[in-house]
């Protein structure tokens, strides 16, 4: 079983796939950390970020352990990741990667969650289950500016959001899978609602999905 989670930055999206992949004992993969790690991997080579032959060559060579650098985590690989994941060539790489994944689960697992912009709409089209998790930008960007004061972060509000909406923009008008809402996704806007009730939200079509599964075998 596979369940595909969208949705902009500071949506939710990864609190809920993470969630719904521990409930219920799936896989989960954030595939926002694949292009944060190809945009580390350009910066670290002291290349461009608008340099697309540049990421491309990264993304080819990416490797997975890559994904537990720590730096990944930072604000500075979140903003790298959006420059070069409109790049044709790096979602080109990282689509096979994200499609085993999902399709053959590690540790024998019986279904997978992955999170990100393009899951249900470019990476499985047919999923089992599409959630797209939105909120509106304005409390998006004050959950990412606790966030980063949290960690010990500099961080002033107006530019986080600045830097949210102009992502927002990259994310929604670049060519290689644009971030929309796929036509049979299920839309749970958090801008109002707690973690607790987003993940109920979340589960019910889920469990749903799985009740149906299990009464046509």
Known sequence: MIVAVDGPAASGKGTLARRIATK????????GLLYRGVGMMVVDRGDSLDDAEAATRAALAFDPAMMDDPRLR?????QAASRIAGVPGVRAAMLDFQRKFGTFPPEGKKGAVLDGRDIGTVIFPNADVKLYV????????????KELLGRGTPSIYARVLQEMQ??????????AAPLTIAPDAIVIDTS???????????MAPVLEKISRQNRAQ
């Open 24 to 31: 219920l004992d799936f896989a989960y993969l954030d595939t």
């Open 74 to 78: 930072e604000d500075a690989a979140a």
């Open 134 to 145: 939105t909120a509106d930008v304005t409390v998006r960007a004050q959950r990412r500016h």
């Open 166 to 175: 102009e992502r927002d923009q990259r994310d929604r008008s670049r060519s």
């Open 192 to 202: 109002a609602i707690d973690v607790e009730a987003a993940f109920q939200k979340a």
